[in-house]
């Protein structure tokens, strides 16, 4: 299996956003390589976190775990209660989204239901428009 590939960027935009640009496989062996990055960037102070699909060539029921994984630690205490009280009507993150998945990522990602709480561009100046603070 291919290994998974990390590059970490920040950009300016209305907000700084961390950018973690993926490339290679995403399973089991390497979500853990991911949740660390993430975690390290939660750890720093970043808010807002782009997840760059652009690379990713597999993804697994375990990358849709590092993935909502991603989701919950981007989403704020106050925000889960905001999620409680949506109840049917879905709750886009505003913190957390993903950018240039492929047609065969992007169908993952739509038939495990993520289309419903992340949003998801195909432009990277689109998505880092889409964080407005």
Known sequence: MSE??????QLQGKVPVTILHLSGHLHGTTEPELLDQAQKAREVGSKYLLLDLSGVDILTSAGLRAIH?????FTPQSDVEIIRQHGEEPYKSPYFKLVCPNPDVYYVLNIAGFLQNLLIYNDMDEAMNSFTG
């Open 4 to 9: 998974l590939n990390i590059t970490v960027s």
């Open 69 to 73: 994984n991603i989701f919950n630690l």
